[in-house]
């Protein structure tokens, strides 16, 4: 199953990517074969495309589009899940179904945007701490890494979306600001030590500049872990997401989002449960995915093995 | 050792101050005047102003920062916008039920997590292990907030058989506040009446905060006895003819731990977070549902109090985690030393 | 790997959890079963109680409390020197009886001799003074009802007591249901000094927090935040008892739907809050011995529209929005409840029978739109919504205005808060959104409280006026019409404010609320639920419905 696998996407490879020099070729195969070894990582890998399908996709997709959007619809309100609502509505006459759909699109949106900032700004404050450790910018760079880490990073967040306007900008900034210091710290390391290598000290007595140093002597070599990292983040990040729209602070109606959906829903419970349930195993299926996967990539990226 | 502790409290004391600084900005950033909110839209101007003067808004933000910490040093975080008393009683009221909960869940996934961790590395790949492996999946998939709604779902109408709400029934005698934790309160007293009954309202939100770190714990586990048993190490000792209990209890199970305790820190980090949740759903009385309260009632001096405080128990558990790792790892017990 | 190294400690460790849990639990199960069975039997044998879920803790302190929570614990807590009656009148309370000068300017009332307060302090005028000076100095809760217009109050010997107005006022009677009389020697006894009101401290505030200083039939026995106010039965209250009356009762600061249904199912709850979504109350009437009370009291639903802030500024913006909102299935989601008339609701004297009515109409909503100055770049003005995130029914009518403001080609943005927010927003002109759904009745039994209370320009920058509608015309009709001291004048008067209202349309009057309550009927009589079930009027004086020491309860008639 496994081999088979691998071998069509070989094959694949070789058609599409003819201009690839062997040695790339054989690069990503290796890479596939890591990856592929667990069939937990293809599985996430299908959840992954799944959902990237269903949020790009969504207005094709979801069969009331117009649900996501000024609507309600009382005489229809609070229906089981039947036919042409196959996970009921909620109490304002919305199909559901059509809201978990829609809310794959904030959720993805929202990791996408807060790594596509906190990593780069991550990165580079470690890069630079770790570069110039020892020094009064590693002291400080650090001492505010560690202040933020001080703290469990979902009650700062928490805090954070609380005292700014309600709405997913805000959450977004919120979680940025609580996820940037875990990349300083995780590159801050790598660095410290990279900066001792011979290479980066072969480069300083060339007289390359620092940037250049940083950018393609140090940042390189720490590409592995941050990918991995950011792989395995995406799951959290909708996680943190979901808990700041459980409390209001995220999307605000009418757009759609998990823990809003969970929310409203649990208030209707037991006799309304179609309106909690089904948000809720569509964010298990989400963040169970994005872990595989990233799993996955870990198993890929890591040169021990 | 000592010299590490130390080292440690130094290094959280500059994070403390930190976090102070941190959450004065964030709460001076808001717009409003907090005299004002204090006291009411209709009250007078001149009391207005007093209040101001008496909360050093008249001055300098640096000037309000060193008065506000002066204050929180001593205890004093201003009054609650909400509850109309000093912050630090509120605090007092509440913390008891949150550490209450977090102790026992704590204990929960650690005692549980040690227990499947042990038994699915000694039934390595039968059920046992597949079961625990998908559950530590589960445990990662469904956020805390959802099994919390998910178990008042079932306990709170389906199978009515523990009690979902709150901290103690209604028709059970509290007993006196000792420690404030009514479980411990009620033992030391003798009231065991209030004991279980106080103990059944635990449970579920214990379980809706252990559940998640537990089973991905027992995974670390079992990982690390099941790497260590293939060590050489430990055919020497076996060839040594140690005794079977010394080199379980040795050279086995507390390398084992090492990276178990070191997630621990995380785990709880993220326990302390979830709570902010779990409490509200289950109307738990405890700090973390009066920290969510406050942020969403904009209730600064709380929120500030909420934030501080977590900080610091963070900071203690943290240095906790490390003086087990350090007992359980010869290598840093000696190279701290 | 046939050998299994990990055995012996796992079994050890296996086998003494086994034994801890098993203990726990099995002891659990028993004695915790017989000690709450016992608990059950001690509350059912001994405790008279009456619990009420309400939305915040309730704020006990007579000068600040405002809300239904306080108003309900400050009715039972404290006495008023007169007591508003189900059917509209009031009656003797703490004052026996009193005067009016002719000039409508003094009023002199006789106290009731030998009322103790809860410490067993005789009531005298100088309490009545002490409380009315409190009240307007520290200038929250209901002072704003006597602030511009009681001049001063005297003590004109031990039982006597004297208002000096600086107006003809003619509610002023009325407006004494919310003067709360407290312990003037008590008070001053637990101030705190170094507060904002110089010679006073603090006022006693911070004691008045989780304290009482009255003479009403209950004592407030323990205050937790964000969990209960706990008041017990005060023996010598110079009313009497019934042997029947609740020894107690408690208002438990909830208003989370699974909890209150919870409380109710265990009996650990005798009302529910009016908060109640629609299913989750309809769920409650079918749990055995649960009935629903359906009360007019007074509370009108208002989509209150800020006339200072663009586009709601504009008089045709607003109709348009008015005539763009579906009356009658946003009434249906409330049932029990009937569409709003005018600015004053239908059960309250004063209010005026026919005016104009604003009705669903798309086609003219499209007509003053186009009207508007903002017709043409509608786009740029969306209307901010702000609903109550505690009260999950508002929600939907926040979505029902967003779907149909959409097809007249408004955008419209739904902003939830929770109350204190809420409060807090409306305190500045700035920060009150274009639009808020609120609920509001009225202070004392008259359409001028209303008027008064909404409309004025004095309560701009309180909860009650998200309008900001300061104009000096309405402001000098209302005051002309509350100095009217001949009703039938009076009553005129208010219809035609009420006229002007609906012509500014300041406000979209949605519904007249039927106070939809679950409560417990087998076991606990409620006179006012009686009274509305046979179609008569209640009390509209908020809190006043919650008199507990007229309510009667019968543990033994209650069924696990």
């Known amino acids: ?305 | 050792m000592l010299k590490y502790i130390i080292k440690r409290l130094f290094q959280g004391i500059f994070v403390v101050i930190g976090i102070s600084i941190l959450i004065f900005i964030i709460s001076r950033v808001v717009p409003g005047d907090p005299a004002r909110m204090a006291l009411g839209p209709r009250a007078p101007q001149f009391a207005v102003d007093e209040l101001r003067k008496e909360m050093n808004l008249d001055k300098p933000l640096p000037v309000q920062y060193y008065y506000w910490f002066k204050g929180v040093i001593k205890g004093d975080f201003g009054k609650s916008l909400n509850t109309k008393r000093p912050v630090i009683t509120d605090v007092k009221e509440f913390l008891p039920a949150t550490l209450e909960l977090a102790l026992l869940s704590g204990f929960l996934f650690i005692i549980f997590a040690t227990i499947i961790g042990l038994l699915s590395a000694q039934y390595r790949d039968t059920w046992v292990d597949g079961l625990t492996r998908i559950l530590s999946y589960v445990g990662i998939a469904i956020p805390s907030f959802v099994v919390a709604v998910l178990l008042l779902l079932i306990f709170g109408y389906l199978w009515p058989v523990i009690p979902t709400l709150g901290r103690l029934s209604s028709n059970i005698t509290p007993p006196p506040t000792i420690t404030g934790l009514i479980t411990v309160d009620s033992l030391i007293t003798g009231n065991f009446a209030a004991f279980f009954d106080a103990l059944k309202h635990l449970i579920l939100p214990a379980i809706a905060l252990a559940i998640g770190p537990l089973f991905q714990e027992a995974r670390i586990l079992r990982s690390a006895l099941i790497d260590n048993i293939n060590k050489e190490y430990i055919s020497v000792v076996t060839g040594y003819g140690l005794p079977k209990g010394v080199i379980m209890r040795k050279h086995l199970l507390k390398p084992s731990f090492i990276p178990v305790v070191s997630v621990m820190g995380l785990d709880f980090a993220s326990l302390m977070g979830n709570a902010f949740l779990v409490e509200s759903i289950f109307n738990w009385p405890g700090l973390s549902r009066y920290g969510i309260n406050a942020m969403l009632n904009k209730d600064l001096n709380a929120i500030s109090a909420v934030i501080i405080i977590y900080g610091v128990i963070f900071l203690i558990v943290n240095i906790i985690v490390d003086l087990i790792i350090a007992w359980l790892d010869p290598r840093i017990r000696l190279g701290g030393e | 790997m046939k050998k299994r190294p990990f055995k012996r400690a796992t079994v050890l460790l296996l086998v003494s959890i086994l034994v801890v849990s098993l203990a726990l639990s099995g002891c659990g199960q028993n004695s915790s079963q017989n000690s709450s069975n016992q608990g059950q039997q001690n509350a059912a044998a001994n405790e008279k109680i009456i619990r009420v879920t309400v939305s915040g803790t309730p704020n006990i302190d007579p000068a600040v409390g405002q809300d239904y929570g306080s108003c309900t614990a400050l009715a039972n807590i404290y006495d008023t020197l007169v007591f508003p009656q189900n059917d509209g009148t009031l009656k003797p309370m703490l004052a026996e009886k009193w005067d009016v000068s002719s000039d409508n300017l003094t009023y002199t009332f006789y106290l009731r001799k030998g009322v103790k307060f809860h410490n067993g302090d005789e009531l005298t005028a100088d309490d009545v003074v002490f409380s009315m000076k409190r009240l307007l100095t520290i200038g929250e809760g209901f002072a704003y009802l006597f602030t511009d217009v009681v001049k001063d109050v005297t003590a004109a010997d031990t039982y006597t007591v004297k208002f000096t107005l600086n107006k003809p006022f003619a509610p002023f009677v009325e407006t004494l249901v919310r003067l709360y009389i407290l312990n003037k020697d008590q008070v001053t006894q637990n101030i705190k000094q170094n507060g904002q009101y110089g010679d006073m401290g603090d006022y006693g505030r911070e004691w008045l927090i989780t304290h009482d200083a009255g003479s009403g039939p209950y004592t407030v026995k323990e205050l937790q935040q964000q969990a209960y106010l706990y008041a017990v039965r005060f023996d010598d209250y110079w009313g009497g008892w019934d042997k029947d009356a609740p020894d107690a009762f408690k208002l438990i600061d909830s208003t989370e739907g699974a909890t209150v249904r919870t409380l109710m199912n265990n009996r650990e709850l005798e009302i529910t809050d009016q908060w109640q979504t629609t299913e989750n109350i309809n769920a409650m009437s079918k749990i055995p011995g649960v009935s629903i009370a359906t009360i007019f009291s007074g509370t009108i639903l208002n989509v209150m529209l800020n006339t200072k802030k663009a586009p709601t500024d504009d008089v045709n913006f607003r109709k348009a929005l008015a005539y763009a909102f579906d009356y009658d299935s946003i009434v249906k989601l409330f049932p029990g409840s009937v569409k709003a008339k005018g600015p004053v609701p239908h059960d309250v004297p004063g209010n005026a029978a026919d005016l104009m009515q604003y009705t669903y109409d798309i086609e003219k909503a499209k007509e003053y739109l186009q009207k508007s100055k903002y017709a043409d770049k509608l786009d740029q003005y969306p209307v901010e919504v702000l609903t109550n995130s505690d009260v999950p029914d508002l929600e939907k009518i926040a979505l029902s205005m967003q779907a149909n403001a959409e097809k007249i080609g408004i955008k419209v943005n739904i902003v939830k808060a929770p109350w204190i927010s809420i409060v807090d927003m409306m305190s500045k002109v700035d920060s009150t959104p274009n639009a808020c759904i609120i609920f509001v009745a009225p202070h004392y039994n008259e359409a001028g409280s209303i008027l008064e209370s909404r409309y004025h320009s004095k309560s701009t920058g309180t909860w009650e006026q998200g309008e900001w509608l300061q104009s000096k015309e309405i402001d000098n009709m209302i005051e002309d019409a509350l100095s009217t001291v001949d009703k039938n004048e009076r009553f005129e008067k208010y219809k035609k404010i009420q006229e002007v209202l609906v012509d500014l349309c300041p406000t979209i009057w949605v519904l007249d609320q039927a106070e939809r309550r679950a409560y417990q009927s087998d076991y606990m009589y409620w006179p006012g639920a009686e009274l509305a079930k046979q179609g008569k009027p209640v009390t509209s004086v908020m809190g006043y419905n919650f008199y507990f020491h007229d309510f009667k309860i019968y543990p033994e008639k209650m069924k696990k």
């Open chain 1, 1 to 305: 199953m496994k081999n088979n696998i691998s071998a069509n996407e070989n094959t694949a490879d070789i058609k599409k990517k003819s201009f690839l020099s062997d040695n790339t070729r054989e690069k990503l195969r290796i890479y596939w074969y890591k990856f592929s070894r667990n069939k937990f990582s293809i599985l996430g890998l299908c959840i992954v495309l799944i959902s990237i399908f269903l949020a790009v996709f969504a207005p094709v997709i979801a069969p009331y589009p117009q649900h996501v959007k000024e609507f309600v619809d009382y005489d229809k309100a609070g229906l089981p899940p039947c036919a042409s609502y196959i996970f009921g509505t909620d109490v304002f006459g919305r199909d559901i179904f059509t809201r978990v759909i829609f809310s794959f699109r904030g959720a993805l949106l929202m990791s996408v945007i807060v790594l596509a900032i906190a990593v780069p700004v991550g990165v580079l404050l470690g890069l630079i701490a770790g570069y110039y450790s020892g020094t009064w910018i590693d002291v400080i760079i650090m001492r505010i890494t560690d202040v933020f880490l001080a703290l469990p990073p979902m009650i700062l967040a928490l805090a954070i979306a609380a005292v700014l306007k309600p709405n997913l900008t805000s959450s977004m900034i919120a979680v940025t600001v609580m996820w940037w210091p875990w990349y300083t710290r995780l590159v801050y390391g790598m660095a410290t030590s990279l900066s001792k290598e011979y290479f980066v000290k072969n480069a300083e007595l060339i007289g390359a500049s620092k940037p250049y140093i940083l950018f393609h002597e140090i940042l390189p070599n720490c590409l592995s872990p941050i990918f991995t990292k950011m792989a395995l983040d995406v799951g959290w990040v909708i996680l943190i997401g979901a808990a700041l729209s459980f409390v209001g602070l995220g999307e605000q109606p009418p757009t759609p989002a998990f823990g809003q959906m969970i929310s409203d829903g649990a208030r209707y419970m037991p006799d309304l449960w179609w309106m909690t349930i089904f948000p809720a195993l569509a964010i298990a299926f989400i963040i169970l995915g994005f872990n595989f996967f990233g799993d996955g990539i870990r198993d890929m990226l890591d040169r021990g093995r």
